[in-house]
């Protein structure tokens, strides 16, 4: 039994190893990924899930060729499944209840006594007012550990594009904690 065997019949219990392996793999990039886009932890983890079923059921209509080729880029197709389940989960959030961003509280004065929460409060609310493709490829980086290629593919765009919104995310996310009065480590 091999993985490609496993997508392309998810339904047989003797592919169970395989499939486990396989989502044992992506899970926690998929869970911290989710997380950084739906800020919380069960959402993420049934996002998670959600996405993996949906690609389970998905690969049994497949053909042989196709398997072989979303195996071979299965951590861009799995991202790309997570990352629009993530989209649509907030979309119906926000027709739920719209919550301002000024309704964030402000972090108080930066002292040597700043905590985490409040650090990470800020980066967040920092990447929400970045630009939305800078945030997803920095978010899809450094949680879900993509290489650059893949988050082209997820993104839908190209390797150097990708760069460039990385490159200016954590440059805006500097520019942002030095302007704050946060101490950040210059390279």
Same mark, same amino acid.
């Given at each position: ?7 392309? @019949?998810?339904? @047989?219990?003797?592919?169970? *190893? ?9 899970? *926690? ?18 996002? @998670? ?48 209840? @719209? ?5 964030? *509280? ?24 970045? *630009? ?56």
């Amino acid at each position: 039994m091999t993985k490609e065997s496993a997508l392309h @019949n998810p339904g @047989n219990t003797q592919h169970l *190893p395989h499939l486990e392996a396989m989502y044992r793999q992506h899970a *926690p990039q998929g869970i911290r990924y989710a997380y950084s886009m739906l800020r919380n932890a069960s959402d993420a983890e049934e996002a @998670n899930q959600d996405a993996f079923c949906r690609m389970l059921t998905k690969s049994a209509e497949w053909t042989s060729d196709e398997v072989e080729l979303k195996l071979q880029q299965f951590a861009a197709v799995f991202f790309t499944t997570l990352r629009n389940l993530c989209i649509d989960q907030l979309r119906k959030k926000r027709q739920l209840q @719209n919550v301002a961003l000024d309704d964030v *509280p402000e972090l108080v004065a930066k002292t040597e006594s700043t905590t985490i929460q409040q650090l990470e409060a800020f980066l967040l609310k920092s990447i929400d007012q970045m *630009p939305s493709y800078w945030a997803d490829a920095l978010k899809l980086k450094i949680n879900g550990q993509l290489s650059y290629a893949e988050i082209a593919e997820v993104l839908e765009s190209t390797h150097s594009q990708v760069r460039t919104w990385i490159f200016r995310a954590r440059r805006y996310l500097d520019s942002e904690l030095k302007m704050s009065g946060y101490n950040t480590v210059d390279k």
